[in-house]
């Protein structure tokens, strides 16, 4: 319980916010609202998963917002060629892979630092999306949106993919040799070539893994509007690597878990409708969550501190 203690105070904040919107705003809870809600929020769970594997490897990667607009864009196009849904998947998952590659190729075997490297490939990526769209909208083909099923079934679709990712990943990080070996680099990365683990290929392969699970997202974003805009990924870098560091994880590298990211992007998410339920100024919204993750970022050091004099 100790070790994921902070995991569950976030857990324990975000209980205590949803049982103050169950008695100040019943309806808040009301099935087909909530249900949007929850399912809008998954592209950027998706995305925080890998994020969160960036920052345990002791790594940034402030690109996964354009990447994201890039795929979804990508997908967008092929799907409006009159092409199955599978092939506009395959094709914002390839694209996916191919700029998490060029991100890991740079920071893994170049040795540049990610949040220079990232810092680039997100405006270049940005830039290219303007000059190629030039801020048009893109009108998706029937068929496209909740996957070809209902609104219902769609969302349930989506939630239980992101779902299931959350569980395998989780998992995966904890059981999996390339799991732990994350952990490992993100810790110690010359103790852990040492220990026979090669840090260049493991921070590669978690820069490819952001890539794809931007793809993914990107998808589960596509599915849920027939319209898609080329700047839709903007901002969600932010999000994604407050939802991690809210969760737990440690941005010093090493330590924390991907569950933790689902507390942590809920807490931040529902302070909007909380402040509107409660007759609030929805201005405050920011300042409330830069206040949050600043008390996640100074229990992280506090917590560092503490165990490096124990």
């Keep these: 319980m100790k070790k994921y203690s902070r995991e569950w105070i ?3 904040a975000l209980g205590l916010l949803m049982l103050s919107l169950a008695l ?3 309806h808040f809870f009301q099935l087909q609202p909530l249900l ?3 399912t809008s929020q998954m592209p950027a769970m998706i995305v925080a998963l890998g994020i969160a594997m960036v920052i345990i490897s002791r790594q940034i990667d402030i690109s996964l917002g354009a990447q994201f607009s890039m795929c979804a ?4 196009l092929v799907a409006a060629q009159g092409l199955p849904l599978g092939v506009a998947i395959a094709a914002a998952l390839g694209a996916g892979a191919l700029m998490g590659a060029l991100n890991g190729l740079l920071v893994a075997y170049l040795g540049l630092p990610s949040i220079v490297v990232t810092l680039a490939t997100m405006v270049t990526w940005q830039e290219a999306l303007r000059l190629w769209q030039q801020g048009r909208l893109l009108n998706l083909p029937e068929g496209i949106q909740w996957f070809g099923m209902s609104q219902a079934q769609g ?8 779902f299931i990712l959350l569980i395998a990943l989780a998992w995966g990080m904890k059981n999996i040799g390339a799991g732990r070996a994350i952990y490992a680099v993100g810790s110690d990365a010359e103790a852990a070539r040492l220990a026979g683990i090669n840090p260049k290929r493991t921070t590669f392969g978690v820069f490819v ?4 699970l ?3 997202a990107a998808v589960m974003n596509l599915v849920q509007s027939p319209q898609i805009q080329p700047s839709c990924g903007d901002g969600l870098e932010l999000k994604a690597i407050a939802a991690a560091v809210v969760g737990g994880i440690a941005i010093r590298g090493g330590r924390g878990t991907l569950w933790g990211v689902l507390p942590g992007l809920f807490l931040l998410a529902n302070v909007n409708p909380a402040l509107t339920h409660f007759h609030q100024p929805p201005y405050w ?3 409330i969550q830069g206040l949050v993750i600043i008390l996640a970022v100074v229990a992280d050091g506090w917590n560092q501190k503490k165990q490096s004099k124990g």
Excluded: D, H, N, W
Aim: charged fraction near 10%.
């Design 214 to 216: 931007a793809a993914v």
């Design 209 to 212: 893994s952001m890539g794809v």
């Design 155 to 162: 969302q349930a679709t989506v939630i239980g993919i992101t």
């Design 24 to 26: 100040a705003a019943p």
């Design 285 to 287: 919204e920011k300042a």
């Design 10 to 12: 976030v857990a324990g």
């Design 73 to 76: 864009v990508i997908a967008g």
């Design 36 to 38: 949007s809600r929850v």
